[in-house]
């Protein structure tokens, strides 16, 4: 089977592989589970048929070069893992046999200095006048002993579990209660910038992001905690190197896939009053996000009747593919004091979920 050129300017091969190489359960590794994460983690939209046929294409060609199998059931497996498992090793290894080196020359250079700092002595005893270069020179020799234990400035540095100083990450499956704060409770070392995903069309929070770490090693030890609970849900961690032309890290600390800022160390997506927008002339129509799954229009109308808001229409918004209900809506009131009423609930619980609620056209 001839091998089929993919020519998009995508690291197809580097992404599928990073997070394979990051994932313990099955689950990630079905195709089409597997798709979604790579989609995501590339900044492309999951429906996107022409992505669908580069990820089917990469999958391909990966299989012919023997990097990974697919089995019939649909589960794929990195036939790379084990050998890149054996570099570690042998990396990890030489490092040792550096660390050795490295303790040998200091502890060389230690005899050296007492042998000096003995004839420093001597020339005191001898009273020639040559204590002052004498002393210049230890300062001169002790100063890159100090050096060694200056923290390096190179954030992007390799380590073990890292040998690409990746620090972007992404991280999926993220319960919709998660906010910067927990984030980073959560994670090891420091988070210092967020980009939550969004739906370009409606701004409901897809329940994952990129992050920036603040050095290598505290991606590594980020990577290896995929799996892990996060307010009780076990949340996905891979590397994600920023594609060329990104700007990344973003200028703002944290900002929402569609481009909105949030500074305010709120929710994922926002939430709470401060998150919504500026309110149109003679509005009588909102947007509604976070639902639950079980919600029909009795659920709402029933919701917005406790603030004496009357519902005139409500519409939900369903995935084009599958039909599946998306968890976001609009709301049509009667009149502008209606809407306004009901615009006070943003924020509150509805069916155990906190309704975020914006004004719309």
């Known amino acids: 089977m001839p091998k089929e050129s993919i020519d998009d300017g995508v690291d197809w091969d580097k992404s599928i592989g990073s997070i394979l190489e990051g994932s313990d359960g099955d689950e990630v590794r079905k195709v089409k589970k597997l798709r979604k994460m790579v989609l995501l983690s590339l900044q492309m939209d999951e429906s996107d048929k022409a992505a669908k046929k580069q990820f089917k294409k990469a999958i391909q060609n990966m299989e012919d070069q023997g990097k990974?199998?697919?089995?019939?059931?649909?589960?794929?497996?990195?036939?790379?893992?084990?050998?890149?498992?054996?570099?570690?090793?042998?990396?990890?290894?030489?490092?040792?046999?550096?660390?050795?080196?490295?303790?040998?020359?200091?502890?060389?250079?230690?005899?050296?200095?007492?042998?000096?700092?003995?004839?420093?002595?001597?020339?005191?005893?001898?009273?020639?006048?040559?204590?002052?270069?004498?002393?210049?020179?230890?300062?001169?020799e002790e100063a890159p002993a100090q050096n060694d234990h200056t923290p390096s400035a190179d954030k992007n540095k390799p380590c073990k579990g890292n040998t690409q100083g990746v620090t972007r990450l992404f991280i999926g499956n993220l319960p919709f209660s998660v906010d910067e704060s927990?984030?980073?409770?959560?994670?090891?070392?420091?988070?210092?910038?967020?980009?939550?995903?969004?739906?370009?069309?409606?701004?409901?929070?897809?329940?994952?992001?990129?992050?920036?770490?603040?050095?290598?090693?505290?991606?590594?030890?980020?990577?290896?905690?995929?799996?892990?609970?996060?307010?009780?849900?076990?949340?996905?961690?891979?590397?994600?190197?920023?594609?060329?032309?990104?700007?990344?890290?973003?200028?703002?600390?944290?900002?929402?896939?569609g481009g909105s800022s949030n500074t305010t160390g709120g929710q994922a997506g926002g939430s709470g009053v401060k998150s919504m927008s500026a309110k149109p002339e003679n509005c009588m129509k909102l947007f509604i996000g976070n639902?639950?799954?079980?919600?029909?229009?009795?659920?709402?109308?029933?919701?917005?009747?406790?603030?004496?808001?009357?519902?005139?229409?409500?519409?939900?918004?369903?995935?084009?593919?599958?039909?599946?209900?998306?968890?976001?809506?609009?709301?049509?009131?009667?009149?502008?004091?209606?809407?306004?009423?009901?615009?006070?609930?943003n924020g509150k619980n509805l069916l155990g979920r906190p309704i975020r609620i914006d004004w719309t056209d």
């Not at 032309?245 to 600390?253: E, H, I, N």
């Not at 009357?310 to 209606?338: C, I, M, P, Q, Y």
């Open 68 to 140: 990974v199998k697919l089995d019939a059931d649909g589960t794929i497996s990195l036939l790379e893992k084990k050998s890149k498992k054996k570099k570690r090793k042998a990396s990890s290894s030489n490092d040792e046999e550096k660390e050795k080196k490295s303790k040998k020359k200091k502890k060389d250079k230690k005899r050296q200095k007492t042998s000096d700092d003995a004839s420093d002595i001597d020339d005191n005893k001898k009273g020639d006048g040559g204590n002052d270069s004498d002393e210049e020179g230890n300062d001169n």
């Open 291 to 345: 639902l639950s799954y079980d919600i029909d229009d009795e659920g709402i109308i029933k919701f917005f009747g406790n603030v004496d808001a009357e519902v005139k229409a409500v519409r939900w918004l369903h995935h084009k593919d599958s039909g599946d209900f998306k968890g976001v809506g609009f709301v049509e009131f009667w009149n502008t004091e209606a809407c306004e009423k009901g615009a006070t609930l």
């Open 182 to 257: 927990s984030l980073n409770a959560f994670l090891p070392g420091q988070v210092t910038h967020i980009k939550w995903i969004t739906d370009k069309e409606t701004g409901k929070f897809y329940g994952s992001a990129f992050i920036e770490m603040d050095n290598s090693v505290s991606a590594s030890d980020a990577v290896v905690m995929s799996g892990s609970k996060l307010i009780g849900r076990p949340i996905k961690i891979n590397f994600a190197p920023a594609r060329e032309g990104d700007v990344w890290p973003p200028p703002k600390k944290e900002i929402s896939g």
